[in-house]
């Protein structure tokens, strides 16, 4: 609380929130994030990652720029029809070691709603009017996934996704990261799996359009629950 009381001081943009429930975990906490922003787009960066200084420019260059969708959907033009932005990163290991992650330059609905997307938080540009449409992000889904995954799939059912081709985040895994425990933790592994089935429970509205999506998704998500049991046995 020091160290963002001693930000806020230097900067009256600068907005703490610390009274928020535990319960809901980084869901809430982005929710709360959005509810009290004041500007036209929402970016998050979760605490132990790293913008670089060009990564807001870059996307903002994109919205400015897309006219991409020849025919808008529902009315709309075709600046609203772009929902958010994300752009590659680099993961950087506790042992120095670096690894570039590069979004999907096609098929990005597909991508998404196999949940083989490798978009994370704080690599994202969204209008703050896009996340309040969708519902924001689902607080009773585990801790482990924040809810992305979800917002991601309700996300593309009516917007498109664009990125930036260049790492403009830096991802630490540092000891302490909750998704690198997320990861090890048989129990973690599990809630994530959970994640998984209960997201697509939430959209079977859209995987009832694209019935092999579903069936390729289902197939991996059996593989997963297959490979859980055997490392609990």
Avoid at 24 to 40: D, I, K, L, T
Avoid at 92 to 99: L, Q, R
Avoid at 135 to 141: I, K, M, R, S
Wanted: aromatic content about 10%.
């Amino acid at each position: 609380k020091k160290i963002i009381a001693a930000y806020a001081g230097r900067d009256s943009r600068i907005r703490p929130l610390l009274e928020i429930p535990h319960f809901g975990g980084p869901a809430r906490s982005r929710n709360a994030g959005v509810a009290a922003s004041r500007g036209e787009y929402v970016a998050i960066l979760d605490d132990d990652d790293e913008w670089l200084p060009e990564k807001l420019e870059k996307q903002l260059h994109v919205y400015e720029e897309h006219f991409a969708s020849p025919k808008p959907r529902e009315g709309g033009s075709r600046k609203e029809n772009l929902g958010l932005v994300g752009c590659d990163f680099i993961n950087i290991y506790e042992d120095g070691t670096k690894k570039i992650h590069a979004m999907p330059k096609d098929r990005i609905k597909e991508h998404v709603l196999l949940f083989d997307f490798n978009l994370q938080m704080s690599t994202i540009l969204c209008p703050k009017r896009v996340l309040q449409e969708i519902g924001g992000f689902n607080e009773t889904l585990p801790v482990a996934g924040g809810g992305g995954l979800d917002v991601f799939v309700r996300l593309v059912k009516k917007y498109e996704v664009m990125f930036v081709y260049e790492p403009l985040v830096k991802r630490y895994f540092l000891p302490n990261r909750l998704s690198k425990h997320a990861t090890l933790s048989p129990e973690n592994r599990a809630l994530k799996l959970f994640e998984l089935f209960r997201t697509y429970e939430l959209n079977d509205d859209i995987y009832r359009q694209y019935p092999a999506i579903a069936s390729r998704l289902w197939r991996d998500l059996g593989m997963r629950y297959a490979r859980l049991l055997d490392d609990r046995a």
